[in-house]
């Protein structure tokens, strides 16, 4: 986690996408969680009516004028931007879902790592061709009610009371949701569990002496969301990027404590990266 030596191109670029005017919020905590888990360069990309809005809110984070997909497949072009993320505050209505395609689209060559959360999640609930698309550099990131939307068969099997054991737990449920999707799935919650689609699976649990129901904050997924975007860029695999950001979100919560508001995790990493001794 340590950034020894290089420039900030050599620590990735990661491209946050963001939805309409007066909704940039989420996408903003993201960016922010991106750029302070130690991503290089981290741009924001905005229609022109929500420029304004980011412009007025954003320094280090960079902006990007991303009107449709076809500005997000240009923008692409530039093989130095390296990590994706779309869904916080993303909006569903034609754009959101041009750009989830654009940014799936593998017809451009090498797949880009990309963090699908929220509105991202319930576009690709709601169109086979979405959910077809995704591949094994995707890391989707939902809560139960997303995690239902997107698999509603196996939400039910979960949420079915056991007549005979063993249950069929919130693993079993991550691990075939994650073969199905062939990408890695990350359900959240005070257990959340991070599955990839070879069966490989993990638990950041958040309960006895690790629990932080500080968590349950609006914008508190926008940032974890955002945490696992940075580590992509900054060269980690899917399943660790997620698996580490999921531990340093319930860290960052423990070091601040009671009172946490989603912009408090961001700023809370420098002190638990000096406690790690990074
Ligand atoms: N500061 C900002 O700008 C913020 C902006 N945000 C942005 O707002 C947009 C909408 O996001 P969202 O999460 O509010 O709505 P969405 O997921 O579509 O539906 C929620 C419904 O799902 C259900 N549900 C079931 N289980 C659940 C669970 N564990 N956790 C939560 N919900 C659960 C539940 O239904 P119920 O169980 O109540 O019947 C609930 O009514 C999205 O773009 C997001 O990025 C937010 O991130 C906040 C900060
Ligand atoms: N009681 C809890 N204890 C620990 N973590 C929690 C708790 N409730 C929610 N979380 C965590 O907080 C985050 C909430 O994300 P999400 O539901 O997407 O909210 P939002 O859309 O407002 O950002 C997830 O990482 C989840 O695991």
Excluded at 98 to 114: H, K, M, Y
Excluded at 238 to 245: D, H, R, V
Excluded at 246 to 267: K, M, N, R, T, Y
């Amino acid at each position: 986690m340590g950034k020894a030596e290089g420039h900030k191109y050599n620590h990735g670029h990661a491209l946050i996408l963001s939805g309409p005017p007066h909704h940039g919020g989420a996408a903003r905590l993201a960016a922010r969680g991106a750029l302070r888990v130690g991503a290089g360069v981290v741009s924001v990309g905005a229609s022109g009516e929500a420029m304004a809005e980011h412009a007025a809110r954003l320094d280090a984070i960079m902006l990007r004028a991303v009107g449709d997909g076809a500005d997000l497949a240009g923008a692409l072009q530039d093989k130095r931007i390296n990590a994706l993320c779309l869904g916080p505050g993303l909006g569903l209505d034609a754009r959101g879902k041009a750009l989830v395609g654009a940014a799936l689209d593998q017809s451009r060559g090498e797949p880009r790592s990309t963090v699908l959360d929220a509105d991202a999640l319930t576009l690709v609930a709601a169109d086979p061709a979405l959910f077809a698309a995704l591949h094994k550099d995707c890391v989707l990131t939902p809560h139960a009610g997303e995690f239902a939307r997107l698999f509603p068969d196996i939400a039910e099997k979960l949420n079915a009371p056991a007549t005979i054991g063993p249950a069929y737990s919130k693993v079993d449920a991550t691990r075939e949701a994650a073969k199905r999707a062939g990408c890695v799935v990350l359900f959240k919650g005070p257990d959340t569990v991070i599955a990839n689609p070879e069966g490989r699976c993990a638990i950041s649990a958040a309960v006895y002496e690790r629990a932080a129901p500080w968590l349950a904050t609006a914008g508190s997924g926008d940032v974890l969301a955002g945490f696992i975007t940075g580590l992509l860029a900054r060269g980690l695999d899917p399943f660790s990027a997620a698996q580490t950001a999921a531990w340093l979100h319930v860290e960052c919560a423990l070091s601040f404590g009671p009172g946490l508001i989603a912009e408090d995790l961001p700023e809370e990493l420098p002190k638990v990266f000096r406690k790690l001794g990074l």
